[in-house]
């Protein structure tokens, strides 16, 4: 399936999970904070969370700033 | 130092610290120990997916620190509201530093959709820093919605320019009932010291701090400018005059008269 993430297109296989992802990213889900089609979700309570063709995930973290 | 009061919570320093543009963690982390600063401010942004990198937020004990996630990069007061949602979803407190800017040229809040985010964000429960122009009227509308500062400019964004708004932050001050932190182009700790001799509350700094060879003894530097600057405020400041007014004696001058 095609999903967006971060702006950009993402191929994976059909049923991945959001912590599939994170895991396949390298991030650990305490550090990110994630939208999911404009919906905040809390990164650590959806590691479950299956994705679907066309959802747009944002994930997003701190960096410095003024 | 007399303590600051934000929100009913209490700090002793009067110096913000920004975390962006530091040349490594190391840099910043030393830069905030120095200024002795208790509030820090960060961003939120994308992930880069193809090289994440590590976390800074490893970087700042959330104990010592309170983190103060703004909302830069917002154009509007809708991407504003989204970034504040996302950072207290993130686990942060409900402390938000509300940037709204949509001119990419000199980085200028735009205070109609300033306070429409402030409107939305304080109705969330959000205590509300707003960045703003250096308005009076604007401070006041800001103040009645509910916002827990008011944040003026001196200068645009990491211009180190100094304040060259100063009438109009006097006049903020004079009429303010909450805490005035003057942000953005405080470049010298002379110009946090001036900041704080004209009453101001507090001041934030990044870039001073991030773009200089050695960040933390500018960290020092900036805390000893706002504790002198705020030091003098309390004592006091001597009236300005147009004539000269001798310092010492005008008697016993070894002269004929």
Redesign the interface.
């Known amino acids: 399936m095609n999903l967006h993430?971060?702006?950009?297109n993402?191929q994976s296989d059909a049923g991945l999970t959001i912590g599939q992802l994170l895991k396949r990213?390298?991030?650990?889900a305490e550090?990110?904070?994630l939208?999911l089609n404009l919906n905040?979700?809390?990164s650590t309570d959806n590691l479950n969370t299956e994705l679907h063709e066309g959802d747009k995930l944002?994930?997003?973290?701190?960096?410095?700033?003024? | 130092m007399d303590s600051l009061v934000i929100a009913g919570r209490k700090f002793n320093s009067r110096l913000m610290v920004?975390?962006?543009?530091?040349s490594s963690n190391n840099a910043?982390q030393s830069a905030m120990e120095a200024s002795g600063c208790e509030i820090v401010?960060?961003?939120?942004?994308?992930?880069?997916?193809n090289n994440?990198g590590d976390?800074?937020?490893q970087h700042i004990d959330r104990e010592r620190y309170l983190?103060l996630?703004?909302t830069?990069g917002a154009r509007d007061a809708e991407e504003a509201v989204r970034l504040a949602?996302?950072?207290r979803?993130?686990g942060c407190e409900p402390w938000i530093k509300l940037e709204v800017t949509p001119d990419p040229y000199y980085l200028l809040p735009d205070p109609i959709e300033t306070l429409k985010a402030a409107i939305i964000l304080v109705k969330e429960g959000f205590n509300v820093l707003p960045y703003m122009p250096a308005d009076p009227v604007l401070a006041r509308h800001l103040e009645e919605a509910g916002t827990v500062t008011v944040m003026p400019l001196g200068a645009p964004?990491?211009t180190n320019r100094g304040i060259r708004t100063r009438d109009l932050i006097n006049i903020i001050i004079e009429q303010a009932n909450v805490p005035v932190v003057v942000d953005?182009g405080l470049g010298a700790p002379s110009h946090a010291a001036e900041a704080m001799e004209m009453g101001a509350d507090a001041v934030?700094v990044?870039?001073a701090l991030a773009d200089t060879a050695n960040p933390a003894e500018m960290g020092e530097a900036f805390k000893k400018g706002v504790e002198a600057g705020r030091m003098a405020y309390l004592a006091g400041l001597g009236p300005q005059r147009g004539k000269a007014q001798a310092s010492s004696p005008l008697t016993g001058f070894l002269r004929e008269e």
């Open positions: 993430v971060n702006g950009e993402y990213l390298d991030l650990q550090r990110v904070v939208e905040i979700l809390n944002e994930i997003i973290q701190f960096v410095g700033g003024g | 920004g975390t962006g543009k530091f910043m401010t960060v961003a939120l942004r994308r992930v880069d997916i994440p976390s800074m937020l983190l996630p703004n830069s949602r996302l950072a979803a993130a964004i990491g953005a934030l990044n870039t």
